[in-house]
């Protein structure tokens, strides 16, 4: 049978693993000992049909569902209210550990085991492909000397107890005089989340955004008494230029397979696994080159990366003034109606074709 090696148990590696693992040999090494260690550096946020995806592989409960979004500058704000659930909350250390409990039947994975570019090249004569599922600073990337991903934004991520729940997602677009700036928060079950991006090339201290926090603390009337945890990360949103080629392959965050707009990853990621599965199959049967999974996702996917462009250009050049016009067009009501109906929240362009076609998202 052919030998896959796969690197990372993260989402991307587990959710592969589970797909190739009926037809394929799937190994998976992964440095961490426990898979659930460090999940939490990221949020649980998944659209409608990403978590339905995810339910159907494993049996795992939400937390919280999200109807309403409030987007906010500092002289505006815009709310968009859903009648139903737009999305919903997970726990990331459940989400992946469940997960990794499905896998761990189908693929033989090594825990606490972190390859070094030296011994993944000598691998390379075992295995017939390696994806590279190992995030970000992916080793498969460098080891095979692929380029690096040159956009991204460094979050920050703090939890806190408090008792609030609302249904909401409120995006604050006031970019604390500087470009490049976004924060969100969040409550699910007696947690508050509050988080920012920064663009990488803004290497301010982070004590310069610590006002921004402290601002919306107070506004929920909590103190970083209550802090439960605290996390910095990274969210590529650019893909790498090359994310296939000959037998090597990458996935998730190793690829830049992020949405920029909502910062989510999974919902690409498994968008992603379907066009890798086919290309692996064509691999193996016709010998064509992983170079056809790297064109066959950035086609598919042209319109979200173009909007992914497209927004990083708005999201790095317009001020916060440009923003509040915006905000004042989505209160308009007939484009308010618009968006609840048509918008889909994993695919900009998937919006605006269901508001071409009048096609409604709506239950
Ligand atoms: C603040 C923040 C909030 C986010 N919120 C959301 C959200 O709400 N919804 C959403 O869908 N997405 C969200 N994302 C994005 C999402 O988390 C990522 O896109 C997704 O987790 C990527 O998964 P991955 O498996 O590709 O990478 P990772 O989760 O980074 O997994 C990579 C794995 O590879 C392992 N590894 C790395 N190098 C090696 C090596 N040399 N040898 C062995 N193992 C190795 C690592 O230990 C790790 O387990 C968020 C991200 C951030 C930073």
């Not at 090359?242 to 190793?254: E, M, Q, R, S």
């Not at 992914?308 to 004042?328: C, G, P, T, V």
Request: glycine share 6%.
């Amino acid at each position: 049978m052919n030998r896959i090696l796969i690197v990372g148990a993260g989402v991307a590696g587990l959710l592969t693993a589970y797909k190739l693992s009926d037809s394929y040999n799937v190994n998976i090494v992964e440095s961490k000992r426990d898979v659930r260690e460090r999940a939490e550096y990221a949020s649980g946020i998944l659209s409608e049909n990403a978590s339905s995806y995810i339910k159907a592989i494993a049996d795992i409960k939400h937390l919280d569902i999200l109807k309403k979004v409030i987007l906010h500058t500092r002289k505006e704000t815009a709310t968009i209210e859903f009648s139903y659930p737009k999305a919903y909350v997970f726990d990331r250390r459940e989400l992946v550990y469940k997960l990794y409990e499905k896998v761990k039947n189908k693929a033989d994975i090594k825990l606490g085991y972190r390859v070094d570019p030296k011994e993944l090249r000598y691998l390379s004569k075992d295995y017939d492909l390696i994806i590279g599922a190992d995030g970000f600073n992916s080793t498969v990337a460098y080891s095979f000397r692929l380029p690096s991903i040159e956009r991204y934004l460094l979050t920050y991520k703090m939890e806190l107890n408090a008792d609030i729940k609302d249904n909401t997602a409120h995006i604050y677009l006031d970019n604390i005089n500087e470009r490049g700036f976004i924060g969100w928060s969040l409550s699910y079950s007696n947690v508050i989340e509050l988080g920012y991006g920064i663009n990488k090339s803004l290497s301010r201290p982070s004590s310069y955004y610590k006002h921004w926090i402290l601002e919306k603390l107070s506004y929920y009337g909590l103190d970083k008494d209550s802090n439960r945890s605290e996390h910095a990360s990274v969210i590529p949103y650019i893909p790498r230029r090359i994310t296939g080629y000959k037998n090597i392959a990458l996935i998730g965050d190793a690829a830049g397979q992020v949405k920029l707009y909502t910062g989510g990853g999974i919902a690409y990621i498994e968008r992603c696994i379907e066009l890798l599965y086919e290309s692996v199959k064509r691999y193996f049967s016709n010998g064509i080159d992983m170079s056809y999974y790297d064109r066959l996702w950035k086609s598919r996917l042209r319109y979200d990366l173009l909007m992914n462009r497209l927004l990083s250009y708005a999201y790095m050049h317009l001020d916060e003034s440009i923003f509040s016009l915006i905000l004042k067009g989505i209160n308009n009501k007939y484009i308010n109606r618009m968006i609840v109906r048509y918008a889909d929240m994993d695919s900009i362009s998937l919006s605006i074709r269901n508001m071409l076609l009048r096609r409604s998202t709506g239950q």
